[in-house]
């Protein structure tokens, strides 16, 4: 697995280490040639996220996926991961944003790992998603079932999302999200599996709260 993940990871790396360099140079750029740059990192970051997809899929099915967990702040959480969405939810056209209420604990998780899932999750919804519409991850805190006793609850709403006629499937590996065209997302469809997967391999749980509401319980105690 080590040798798979460098072999793949390695030409994307070379192609965004380069490209960034052409961006940042001191030679100047036209438009047109910032905006190809622009477009050939952004494919890069994409093809680099599916391969990671694989990878940890094949990991957590080995049992070895490594996590690291620690006190998140809630806050920190989400900004991080619509920091890392941001980009794509534009091209969609689809508006996104963060509210934690007063009080919410921190989160007892690995943050590299939690935001890898709340970033497939949303980058699902945002591709299921009518252009135009938001999407808003809310922090509360909570108590389970389902999830750990002592939680804090992320819900995800998107309104505008195509609400899949059985929303428990979609969280099986390699089923597909469809847009309200019938044609599916796009990806490799385990993004919402692996979203599942590093959710409760965190002591964590996730469902479908209603048609356009996704909700992610997370511990904030050591479990």
Known sequence: MAYMSH????????????TDLVLTGSDP???????SLDTVRHA???????????????????GKLKLVSGYVPVATLLSGVVGRARR????????LDT?????VPAVFVDA????????GLVLHLAHTSTPGSPIALRASRAKGPPGPEAQVRIFVDAPGMTAPSNPDLLFE?????????GMHAGGLGLGL???????EAQGGAIWFEAPGTVCVALPREGH
Request: hydrophobic share 45%; glycine share 6%.
């Open 7 to 18: 072999d793949l990871r390695s030409p994307l790396n070379a192609i965004l280490g380069f």
């Open 29 to 35: 750029l036209n438009v047109e040639q910032r905006e």
């Open 44 to 62: 890069a970051d994409d093809l680099l996220r599916l391969v990671s997809e694989v990878l940890d899929t094949a990991r957590l099915e080995a």
């Open 88 to 95: 794509t939810a534009q091209t969609l056209g689809i508006e």
């Open 99 to 103: 509210r934690v209420e007063p009080g």
């Open 112 to 119: 590299a790992r939690m935001q890898q899932a709340l970033l």
């Open 173 to 181: 590996a390699f089923r597909f999200g469809r847009r309200e065209s």
């Open 193 to 199: 599996s692996l979203a599942r997967a590093l959710v």
